[in-house]
């Protein structure tokens, strides 16, 4: 086997644990996410599943990645091209709730359960995950800045606090209630948050 292959070998290996690692977490959190699981799910030694990463926790900083780059690719891409303005605010949000509605992870927005999952533990994951929380808060405040729209004298952050305490209570609904018309509710109740036509 070539060294090219074996390095390509090697980054689909990685990819697939990754995936697998991420979609695990997201039912069992991360805390929950075991090297032995995985080595069950995936056919693989424990070896084989550590190896690439040097450790677990590497492996769940890996997968914290993993999720906020699809969350990026679900929310925040699809209006990076446009101005900034009312109009990319209001299909900022869409995208958000169709993100939750439509959820790419089994046990819903994976952020969210990783938030409630680590608010409270120091260390090294925590801080990974605090530092990708407030970059996209620090985000959707610029977002809602930019807009300039009323948002009933609710600062720029004001307002994004109010906006991702909706979302956490729309994943809520969606995941644990099952209320069918929650992502409706939530887009109507971010728009007025905002000052946004519904």
């Known amino acids: 086997m070539s060294p090219r292959h074996s390095l390509a070998e090697a980054a689909r290996t ?56 699809i969350f990026r690719a679900a929310v925040i891409e699809p209006v990076a091209g446009l101005p900034a303005g009312p109009d990319r605010l209001a299909r900022l949000i869409d995208a958000w709730i169709g993100y939750l509605a439509d959820c790419p992870f089994p046990g819903g927005c994976f952020v969210t359960a990783a938030s409630t999952e680590f608010d409270g533990r120091p260390g090294p994951l925590r801080d990974h995950l605090r530092t990708a929380v407030t970059t996209w808060r620090s985000r959707l405040s610029g977002e809602i800045a930019a807009a300039r729209v ?49």
Do not use: C, W
């Open 14 to 69: 990685r990819d697939r644990i990754v995936g697998y690692a991420v979609a695990e977490a997201s039912r069992v959190g991360l805390e929950g996410l075991t090297i032995g699981t995985l080595a069950d799910g995936l056919g693989m030694s424990k070896s084989g599943i550590v190896g690439p990463f040097g450790s677990r926790e590497q492996l769940q900083i890996e997968a914290l990645d993993r999720a906020g780059g």
């Open 150 to 198: 009323e948002s009933a004298h609710r600062s720029p952050d004001e307002a994004a606090t109010v906006l991702i305490g909706i979302s956490m209570a729309v994943n809520q609904e969606i995941q644990l209630l099952d209320e069918p018309d929650a992502a409706e509710r939530g887009r109507a109740a971010m728009r007025a948050a905002v000052g946004l036509p519904q």
